[in-house]
């Protein structure tokens, strides 16, 4: 199952929120300048992405 395969209603809340801000933190960084590195919010948006795959694969 990729990332893709899950949708919003597929987070908690507490995800929602965590990922809502990562996003949030990654346009601030991307409008300070072109030379920006977000890998690093990136990474941590995708390790929530993928409890959430769990989660829906596991049928919770």
Do not use: N
Request: positive net charge.
């Amino acid at each position: 199952m990729a990332a893709s395969d899950i949708k919003f209603s597929d987070f908690t809340a507490g995800e929602k929120a965590r990922v809502t801000l990562l996003t949030a933190r990654m346009a601030k960084r991307g409008m300070a300048g072109q030379d920006v590195d977000i890998s690093d919010l990136q990474r941590k948006v995708e390790r929530i992405e993928r409890q959430a795959a769990r989660r829906k694969k596991q049928g919770k």
